[in-house]
Nanobody, 115 residues
Framework: QVQLVESGGGLVQAGGSLSLSCAASGSTFGRNVIGWYREDPGKQRELVAIISSGGPITYADSVKGRFTISRDDAKNTVYLQMNSLKPEDTAVYYC?????????WGKGTLVTVSS
């Protein structure tokens, strides 16, 4: 079992920045994929950014050039630096991890970008 706990999020004006972090605990060994999805009410949950063991990174086209994902394996933590935020980035952001073929989700943290 893996537990994911997000922190960060909150309210920011358009053009501002926020940073999210997600700490993983439990059976956090071996190759894995970890990252972020987001969900806006009435819309499907969508990928924001994920990073694999060894470094391959995938970003949603909508966040490329504005968001940066990174990981610290010593701390079992993944980070999401969000710059140049837009009102359409408003959503609940969920930490996601894939370990040994099992998917895990955090409880989510709300990011609100005001115009």
């Amino acid at each position: 079992q893996v537990q994911l706990v997000e922190s960060g999020g909150g309210l920011v004006q358009a053009g501002g920045s926020l940073s999210l972090s997600c700490a993983a605990s439990g059976s956090t060994f071996g190759r894995n994929v970890i990252g972020w999805y987001r969900e806006d009410p009435g819309k499907q949950r969508e990928l924001v950014a994920i990073i694999s063991s060894g470094g391959p990174i995938t970003y949603a086209d909508s966040v490329k050039g504005r968001f940066t994902i990174s990981r610290d394996d010593a701390k079992n933590t993944v980070y999401l630096q969000m710059n140049s935020l837009k009102p359409e980035d408003t959503a609940v952001y969920y930490c996601y991890a894939l370990y040994f073929g099992m998917a895990y989700w955090g409880k989510g943290t709300l990011v609100t970008v005001s115009s």
